[in-house]
């Protein structure tokens, strides 16, 4: 007879005591049909949310992870809280076990009384290719997802701009700013920095300008989203060992290796999503250091024009908005990103008042029907 597999269980915010219990309750009453693990191997969370971050903890997991039970537990049930599966405090055996083996209904489901799956064939390599291009096709490229989040940006009135809470963010309390201070660390003492929070690991390199991250972009996306405090993180050196092992390849749960740049410039326009950090003077000139290496950088249709003009003189947003026609929302996005990296920067520099600046004349507004058409055209002519 073949052995069922315990669900995999963990938990956040229970001490090491209740910890202990719960696993003496798995392997005692529940015969083993549980087994207590670490959080990134659980198939099954149960959330503590009278800890300090823990709702905060639950919100990000199950944006994350949307297919995992959550399994809440709390002295009161907020009715604000809209959770799947919950426990009261004082955690009735009774009770766990029954919400439990729901929860492990909806991981495999069907009930645990119920025949165990048989184990899969091996895939073959023509059906993992093909499966992946199919994912592929599956998920919207990033910079179509990205547009669609501007487009439900509404357009502000920039004489009341100030007046609209909205409009701006502090990156000081989203995983954007926290990444950027890791990075000036990493920089300024040329050492490998770790940043770890609930939501897993990032390892900045500086020496050679890499980034290594635990999460896909898709799992790392919605904490651009949340608010996130200093208590929530933990920035740490990377050993020696470590860094090295990082560099080889040797570390297996590093899903994505990309430029620290380049991180952090996704992290920026979607930390952004159109609105702008706090304290933008929109009537401030941005002027450009360098243009960004837009071949790993996410880059959004009116991206060269924008960075184009900036490169060619300081203009104000409210001047790049009038001169280009562009949408707010990727203007005010690309600009937080620019600034994030330190491409741009925003102010009137010593530079800039040797030379009146050129009046800015507005682009017209050609189709690209007409473009294609006007050069058809004039083929015909010529020949």
């Not at 959550?70 to 919950?86: G, K, Q, Y």
């Not at 390199?205 to 996130?228: G, Q, W």
Request: glycine residues 4%.
């Amino acid at each position: 007879m073949t052995a069922v597999e315990p669900i995999k269980v963990g938990a956040f915010g229970l001490d090491d005591r209740a910890r202990k219990l719960l696993s003496l309750f798995f392997a005692g009453p529940c015969k083993g049909r549980f087994a207590l693990v670490s959080q990134f191997q659980a198939d099954v969370l149960i959330v503590d949310l009278d800890r300090p971050s823990g709702w905060n903890y639950y919100q990000t997991q199950n944006t994350i992870n949307p297919s995992r039970p959550l399994v809440a537990i709390s002295l009161h049930r907020d009715r604000e809280m809209e959770v799947e599966f919950f426990i009261k405090k004082p955690m009735r055996l009774e009770t766990v076990l029954q919400v439990l083996e729901k929860a492990a209904a909806r991981v495999h489901g069907a009930s645990l009384s119920s025949k165990p799956p048989e184990r899969p064939k091996p895939p073959s390599p023509q059906s993992v290719a093909s499966k992946s291009r199919l994912e592929e096709r599956k998920e919207a490229p990033e910079e179509y997802q990205f547009l669609q989040l501007l487009r439900r940006r509404p357009k502000a009135d920039l004489a009341q701009i100030k007046a609209v809470a909205e409009l701006f963010y502090d990156p000081a309390q989203c995983i954007q700013g926290h990444l950027q201070r890791t990075i000036q660390i990493a920089r300024a003492e040329k050492q490998g920095m770790q940043i770890s929070g609930f939501w897993g690991r990032l390892y900045i390199d500086p020496l050679e300008e890499r980034a290594y991250s635990e999460l896909l972009d898709s799992r790392l996306r919605p904490l651009t989203v949340m608010r996130i405090s200093q208590r929530e993180i933990e920035v740490i050196p990377i050993e020696p060992d470590h860094l090295q092992a990082l560099r080889q390849g040797k570390n297996e749960a590093i899903r994505v290796i990309t430029s620290i740049d380049a991180l952090l410039w996704r992290l920026s326009l979607w930390s952004s999503r159109g609105r702008l950090p706090k304290g933008t003077d929109i009537e401030s000139p941005v002027f450009l250091r360098h243009w960004p290496n837009f071949t790993r950088c996410l880059e959004t249709p009116n991206a060269m024009r924008i960075i184009a003009l900036w490169a060619r003189q300081p203009a104000s947003l409210t001047d790049t908005l009038e001169a280009l026609h562009v949408s707010q929302a990727e203007t005010f996005a690309l600009f937080s990103a620019a600034l994030a990296v330190g491409c741009a920067g925003i102010g009137r520099r010593q530079a800039d008042s040797l030379l009146s600046p050129v009046p800015l004349e507005p682009t017209p507004q050609r189709s690209l029907l007409k473009r294609t058409l006007n050069r058809l055209f004039r083929h015909e002519e010529e020949s």
